[in-house]
């Protein structure tokens, strides 16, 4: 049997400069809070937990006053600063850069498009922290559109309008085909709908990369928190690929009985999976 860990797998920058920037302020003091999880990994987490990183929700801010806490990687509304000020907390800012453009294109095409009666579209997840940010830039009215079912809906209902101007945007790690679909559909009823694809090129290009990799491997086990969207998006690509793939959060979820001993063994995983954690399942096969 052959095991093979696909080289592109691992944190993207963006999660792994939050988990080092905690890490070096940890290295200094004994105690540092996070608003949400650093990271959605709770192996990771639990390590992290052990270095002194505190998970906290909103409604904790208040009682933080002199604190530090992290903003991470998938950003915050401008809400979330207006809180932290009035708790009195100092923040250390780890929204990642390609978000806080995202962040900033689409308060700017808020700004436009509002007084004329336009739409700003984002394609996501609603409820997702980075969509929670991202909306936040629009005063709450950006329309989230989670599938082409969704969007259907939408526009038979009339909450979306193609006779109105509409700005369609993506959320970082959303599937670049699905993106492309809506973009397409959109533009049938309004060919002037202006389509910025935000999907961030470490997922897009990862989205090519895995799919040949889960292709030339016998068996794909990939290595992501349940909790992780994009992990579900890139675990649903291999198994497009490679039917004998298998999603696991450690190493003792492993299904018995999977592998044969002529296997090449693939392991992968979303980008808020570290190399650590595909190292440790790769040794436990
Ligand atoms: S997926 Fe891309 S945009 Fe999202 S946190 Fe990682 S590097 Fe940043």
């Not at 004329?116 to 989230?144: C, D, M, P, S, Y």
């Not at 999907?199 to 909790?227: D, K, N, P, W, Y």
Request: proline letters at 4%; one cysteine or more.
């Amino acid at each position: 049997m052959r095991i093979l860990i696909d080289s592109g797998s691992g944190c993207c920058n963006g999660v792994g400069r939050a988990i080092s920037t905690a890490e070096s302020y940890l290295a200094d003091h004994s105690e540092l809070f996070s608003l949400g999880a650093i990271v959605h990994n709770d192996a990771e987490i639990q390590r992290l937990a052990a270095l002194g990183l505190r998970t906290v929700g909103y409604a904790d801010l208040p009682g933080l006053r002199g604190s530090t806490v992290l903003i991470r990687a998938h950003g915050e509304p401008p809400s979330t600063y207006e809180l932290a000020k009035e708790a009195g907390v100092s923040l250390i800012d780890c929204t990642c850069p390609v978000v806080l453009a995202l962040q900033r294109k689409i308060a700017a095409k808020y700004a436009e498009l509002s007084p004329v009666g336009g739409t700003v579209l984002i394609f996501g997840k609603r409820g997702h922290a980075e969509v929670n940010g991202l909306v936040g830039q629009t005063e709450g009215h950006a329309v989230v559109v989670e599938s082409m079912a969704d969007l259907e809906e939408k526009l038979s209902s009339g909450a979306i309008s193609p006779a109105h101007p509409l700005a369609l945007f993506s959320q970082t790690t959303k599937d670049p085909e699905e993106f492309a679909a809506l973009a397409a559909k959109l533009r049938k009823d309004n060919p002037d709908v202006e389509v910025f694809d935000t999907i961030c090129r470490h997922v897009s290009s990862r989205h090519r990369a895995l799919r040949e990799f889960a292709a030339t491997c016998t068996v794909v086990v990939f290595v992501c928190g349940r909790e992780s969207s994009n992990g579900k998006v890139l675990f649903e690509l291999c198994r497009s690929v490679n039917p004998r793939s298998y999603k696991i959060e450690s190493a003792d979820e492993l299904p018995a009985g999977i592998f044969r001993p002529d296997d090449i063994v693939g392991i992968c995983g979303a980008t808020s999976t570290t190399r650590w954690q595909l190292e440790k399942v790769a040794a436990s096969i």
